[in-house]
């Protein structure tokens, strides 16, 4: 049998698949011998770990399979420890890699690049044999800005870095105030409930037509 060459982007988002699918066994695992404060720790670790690899395996035949597998991971943690909002200064934010992996917007900085490296071999790209994208040893090569002027930052489809993602949004009180008791003052604890319900898929503008502004989420939340 010939072995199935994947490009380095491909094969970086199974390693991340893989990794997270271990971490989230070794959770299931850790629930049935009764170490649950482990296991909560062990199966919120999966979670950036399977985000990045949706990232990584985007637009390619594997995505499905990491959205799956974080959709699964979700669930889990959600029924079996709870998943309490961030409340910071005021504010309820979702913070939750799997959440946010479902909103395909990614970050893209425009800069003037000063000094950079080779990930390979740490000298100047533009004077190593090194190619970006490409794998060597295991290891994807790119280029490592080390010294620019960031000018602005804008919001993408698909970001050259699959990880420059959304990492925090917040959610309008007033929102979760319709649904919660008449007693609920802000700051006492709120679920999120998302995974309770099955999923409706990702918010991709690249494949819709449906306008979503950043910050503007169909959350559902437990109080």
Sequence with gaps: ???????????????????????????????????????????????PTLRSAMNWLEDGPYFEQAHTQID?????????????????????????????AHNRIGFSPGMVIKKSECSICRNPPDTCEHISGRMYDGKVCHRIITEADVLEVSLVYRPRQPDARIVKMSIDIAKIR??????????????????????????????????????????????
């Design 72 to 100: 699964h991971a979700g669930r889990f943690v959600r029924e079996t420890f709870g998943c309490p909002l961030l409340f910071e200064d005021g504010t309820y934010y979702q913070t939750c890699p799997v959440a946010l």
């Design 1 to 47: 049998m010939t072995d199935i060459v994947h490009d380095g982007p491909t094969r970086r988002g199974l390693d991340l698949l893989r990794t997270g699918r271990r971490a989230f066994n070794d959770a299931r695992y850790l629930v049935s011998v009764g170490a649950d404060d482990e296991a909560g720790a062990k199966a919120r670790s999966a979670f």
């Design 178 to 223: 319709r649904k919660a008791p008449d007693d609920w003052q802000p700051g006492d604890l709120v679920q999120c409930d998302n995974c309770l319900s099955d999923c409706g898929g990702v918010y991709d503008p690249a494949n819709t037509t449906t306008p979503l502004m950043v910050g503007e989420e169909e959350e559902t939340m437990g109080v």
